[in-house]
């Protein structure tokens, strides 16, 4: 597991984002990944339900797997749909602000070095999944932390569609996470390989990803 170090908490955040972010930080000193149901304000939560169900269809992309010139869809991998978010709606900037605070009070708490954030709304459709695979190869990415944010209200175990999070190659089982709305799971990309369930009705998420810089000969990567 990555090293990560605490230090004490600072003021200045709300009641609310210091107790969860608090929490979320002392999870992933400890094991590595958060599981926080009801984690995000139920305002913002509601605004992200509302402005993804009223997407046209145009504006999502079938997801692929790999980056750059080396991304390729693969429907044997997955066959959910995305659209990045990039703030330029009022629930996408919320988004953005909410998780720039995690990543700063991640920062003062943890030292993990995150340097910027990207995220996409994710759709799957009925049957819809995501086979088992890693956000990111040790040494090969600068993904640092993974954050999935579930968008589903009345979620039902027989809807499936759940995300398995497995803490290893070796294991079998794995921590299943009802994708119900509000419900917020993070972990350390490089750890944890994790698939998400064939789900029986839509199901509406967000997925992002901390990044640190690996900026060299002045290039800025990822991009700004």
């Known amino acids: 597991m990555a090293a990560v170090r605490r230090v004490s908490s600072t003021a200045g955040e709300s009641d609310f984002k210091q107790s969860l972010f608090a929490r979320i930080a002392d999870d992933i000193e400890t094991q590595g990944y958060s599981i926080r149901p ?27 797997i790999g980056r750059g010139e080396g991304y390729l869809q693969n429907e044997f991998v997955r066959t959910d749909e995305i659209c990045w978010i990039t703030g330029n709606s009022a629930a996408g900037s919320a988004w953005l602000e909410w998780t720039a605070s995690l990543k700063d009070f991640l920062n003062r708490q943890l030292f993990l070095g995150l340097f910027s954030f990207e995220s996409h709304f994710a759709h799957y459709q009925p049957g819809d999944y995501y086979k088992r695979h890693y956000d ?14 579930y968008l589903n209200p009345d979620w039902g175990n027989a809807d499936g569609g759940e995300l398995v999070l497995y803490r290893d190659d070796r294991e079998r089982e794995g921590i299943k996470v009802v994708p119900l709305l509000g419900t917020l ?24 990803w901390f990044r640190v810089n690996s900026s060299i000969t002045g290039r800025v990567d990822p991009p700004r």
């Open 38 to 64: 009801a984690a995000l304000p139920e305002a913002l939560a509601g605004s992200l339900l509302l402005h993804q169900q009223a997407m046209a269809a145009e504006k999502y992309s079938r997801a692929g």
């Open 136 to 149: 990111a190869f040790r040494g090969e990415a600068n993904r640092v932390l993974s954050v999935v944010a």
């Open 185 to 208: 799971v993070t972990f350390l990309s490089e750890e944890f390989p994790h698939e998400v369930l064939p789900a029986n009705r839509d199901r509406y998420s967000i997925a992002g």
